[in-house]
T-cell receptor, first 114, second 110 residues
Framework: GAGVSQSPSNKVTEKGKDVELRCDPI?????LYWYRQSLGQGLEFLIY????????KSGLPSDRFSAERTGGSVSTLTIQRTQQEDSAVYLC????????????FGPGTRLTVT | DAKTTQPPSMDCAEGRAANLPCNHS???????VYWYRQIHSQGPQYIIH???NNETNEMASLIITEDRKSSTLILPHATLRDTAVYYC???????????FGTGTSLTVIP
């Protein structure tokens, strides 16, 4: 079946502009996660959704970052007033509910802020 | 969640077993050990997970010490396609986020 998809695959934006990144999870997966990976670094957790609610936003690095999920499916991660340090690969993952279930990752969106 | 420690890099000859260690000395009783890998320019891929018993699947084996303070991921016959960064993650049942460290960069050498 179809895996997690993300769009766009690449995004180049100017400093100060807003960007929206989209994630389509695997059908039926109620949990959705956003991570980012800066060059040469490990994955950094950003936010987790269970259904449409986000019980854990602790990883969002600043108030310029926000995310929403509607209909228990698609999620968008919005970065306002982008900065150069926001340049990274943003990864989305989904899983079946809670508990020790593996997360399935999408291919990521490479964001470059110039 | 408990913190994990992994060597930054390892080499392995093609066809030989790759043994990737992970220390998680502060692991608690309800935390699972997960392994993921990330091949260059791709999203992370799930490999295996376990609580206290050793586990084996079509990709790898996971050996967890009796005190659960460390584990080893074993790729029985490494191929060039196994070259990737391997992440050892400890995760509790409540909450679902995975905290990834910088992992071990495994290079399989022909």
């Amino acid at each position: 079946g179809a895996g997690v998809s993300q769009s766009p695959s690449n995004k180049v934006t100017e400093k100060g502009k807003d960007v929206e990144l989209r994630c389509d999870p695997i059908s039926g997966h109620t949990a959705l996660y956003w991570y980012r990976q800066s060059l040469g670094q490990g994955l950094e957790f950003l936010i987790y959704f269970q259904g449409n609610s986000a019980p854990d936003k602790s990883g969002l690095p600043s108030d310029r970052f926000s995310a929403e999920r509607t209909g228990g499916s698609v999620s968008t991660l919005t970065i306002q007033r982008t900065q150069q340090e926001d340049s990274a690969v943003y990864l989305c993952a989904s899983s079946l509910g809670q508990g020790p279930r593996e997360q399935y990752f999408g291919p990521g969106t490479r964001l470059t802020v110039t | 969640d408990a913190k994990t420690t992994q060597p930054p890099s390892m080499d392995c000859a093609e066809g030989r077993a790759a043994n990737l260690p992970c220390n998680h000395s502060t692991i608690s009783g309800n935390e699972y050990v997960y392994w993921y890998r990330q091949i260059h320019s791709q999203g992370p891929q799930y490999i295996i997970h376990g609580l206290k018993n050793n586990e084996t699947n079509e990709m790898a084996s996971l050996i967890i010490t009796e005190d659960r303070k460390s584990s080893t991921l074993i790729l029985p016959h490494a191929t060039l396609r196994d070259t990737a960064v391997y992440y050892c993650i400890v995760r509790r049942l409540s909450g679902n986020q995975f905290y990834f460290g910088t992992g071990t960069s495994l290079t399989v050498i022909p």
